[in-house]
């Protein structure tokens, strides 16, 4: 599928999240579905599945997500299910708080941790990173066991990897 039609799922998502004024919340949350998807592969092959039947798939969206997620992000969600078109999912949601971000004049601060970070840790971490890179920031968390500690942030193409793995990689690097 070309960066057309992930374009123009987005524009409509971006249309109808703006309709029901809740743009922060539906991107925050394709984000964080998008990333259950990708690291999931049993809820990646039930929801591409194309032998179970469609509404048996988009039950399965609004079972994992009812009464969790705003309606708009359920819809959405159904929509790429319904469609055939879920595995556009990371896509979309990416490029949605991309949008989302750039109509606030933030740039998207990618940070990976092995563990849930709390708020007052999220804020002083997007202090750090808008310190850093000089930009305003939309700090979007994803929980990553393949960081064994600390966390890697990506802001556009800068990376900055202050994770336990970088860390003892370059002390074994010095031996």
Do not use: C, W
């Given at each position: 599928?070309?960066?057309?039609?992930?374009?123009?799922?987005?524009?409509a998502m971006?249309?109808?999240?703006?309709?029901?004024?809740?743009?922060?919340?539906?991107?925050?949350?394709?984000?964080?579905?998008?990333?259950?998807?990708?690291?999931?592969?049993?809820?990646?092959?039930?929801?591409?599945?194309?032998?179970?039947?469609?509404?048996?798939?988009?039950?399965?969206?609004?079972?994992?997500?009812?009464?969790?997620?705003?309606?708009?992000?359920?819809q959405?969600?159904?929509?790429?299910?319904?469609?055939?078109?879920?595995?556009?999912?990371?896509?979309?949601?990416?490029?949605?708080?991309?949008?989302?971000?750039?109509?606030?004049?933030?740039?998207?601060?990618?940070?990976?941790?092995?563990?849930?970070?709390?708020?007052?840790?999220?804020?002083?971490?997007?202090?750090?990173?808008?310190?850093?890179?000089?930009?305003?920031?939309?700090?979007?968390?994803?929980?990553?066991?393949?960081?064994?500690?600390?966390?890697?942030?990506?802001?556009g193409?800068?990376?900055?990897?202050?994770?336990?793995?970088?860390?003892?990689?370059?002390?074994?690097?010095?031996?």
């Open positions: 599928m070309s960066s057309q039609q992930v374009n123009a799922y987005v524009n971006f249309d109808i999240a703006i309709a029901n004024d809740s743009v922060a919340v539906v991107e925050d949350e394709m984000f964080r579905l998008a990333r259950a998807y990708e690291s999931n592969e049993a809820l990646r092959s039930s929801l591409s599945d194309s032998t179970l039947p469609t509404d048996r798939r988009q039950k399965i969206v609004e079972q994992l997500l009812g009464g969790k997620a705003n309606n708009v992000t359920v959405l969600a159904s929509l790429l299910v319904g469609t055939g078109h879920v595995s556009l999912l990371p896509q979309v949601a990416d490029a949605l708080v991309k949008r989302a971000s750039s109509e606030k004049q933030l740039e998207v601060a990618e940070v990976r941790s092995a563990v849930a970070l709390n708020d007052a840790q999220k804020t002083r971490i997007a202090e750090a990173l808008s310190k850093a890179t000089g930009k305003k920031l939309n700090l979007k968390v994803v929980v990553d066991p393949n960081v064994i500690g600390g966390i890697v942030a990506t802001v193409d800068e990376v900055i990897d202050d994770s336990v793995r970088t860390r003892l990689d370059q002390v074994k690097s010095r031996f």
